[in-house]
């Protein structure tokens, strides 16, 4: 990264994914860097029309350097499945460029840590410029913590999961949970539910994708 340039100035004038990706490795922004094992930046093309952002990497995504590739991204995987959604066709990313964790009490288990509004706010500019390069037609967050984020702190998932939002983000936005809220479900049964509502979500966002398509 250039000395005293601002993040938000340099990933502004990026021209591509992959310079904004190399950039981004030197991110300073906040001190979750002094932390986790490297940036995880986002991952897809130019030109793809789905875009999902969730909150930050996890440990298995901090070590490897890839969004979604733990348990969580294998729930993804398996609900793009069989919402008819090809995950290769998909660009993937997180508000948060980092992994933010503690210490287990036992063990050397990374416990996964909710990031803070400034980290959030860190990180902003660049998710500002992969939105401006990708340039979606739907935009899915995944999650609280995307969605409040990108469309205001009041935004409930809870209440306004799977609902079209009016944002200039893309011109389809919606918002459903975080995958990894599947894992934490507490029996099987519960598990059932929510994949199953968790791909009735991103049916949606297949469904609008058609939509756009035809309109164009």
């Known amino acids: 990264m250039v000395p005293g340039a601002s993040i938000a100035s340099i990933a502004s004038e990026a021209d591509s994914l992959d310079e904004l990706r190399q950039v981004a490795l030197g991110c300073k922004a906040c001190d979750l860097w002094k932390t986790g094992t490297q ?32 348990p969580a991204g294998r729930i993804l995987d398996q609900a793009l499945l069989e919402a008819g959604i090809d995950r290769n066709a998909v660009y993937v990313t997180n508000v948060v460029k980092h992994f933010k964790w503690a210490a287990a009490e036992r063990g050397k288990r990374r416990i996964h840590k909710k990031p803070r509004y400034s980290e959030i706010n860190a990180c902003r500019p660049w998710l500002d410029a992969e939105l401006r390069i990708v340039r979606p037609s739907v935009l899915v967050c995944l999650g609280a913590t995307a969605a409040q984020a990108l469309l205001g702190r009041r935004f409930s998932v809870t209440r306004q999961r799977g609902q079209l939002v009016d944002s200039p983000l893309a011109h389809y936005v919606i918002a459903t949970v975080h995958p990894s809220s599947v894992l934490r479900a507490p029996d099987s049964d519960s598990r059932h539910r929510q994949m199953r509502d968790f791909v009735k979500d991103l049916s949606k966002a297949a ?10």
Do not use: I, N, Y
């Not at 469904?207 to 164009?216: D, F, G, I, N």
């Open 39 to 70: 940036t995880v930046f986002g991952e897809g093309f130019r030109g793809s029309r789905l875009m999902l952002v969730g909150e930050q990497p996890g440990d298995q995504e901090d070590l490897a350097g890839h969004p979604f590739v733990g």
């Open 207 to 216: 469904s609008l994708l058609k939509t756009q398509k035809r309109a164009a």
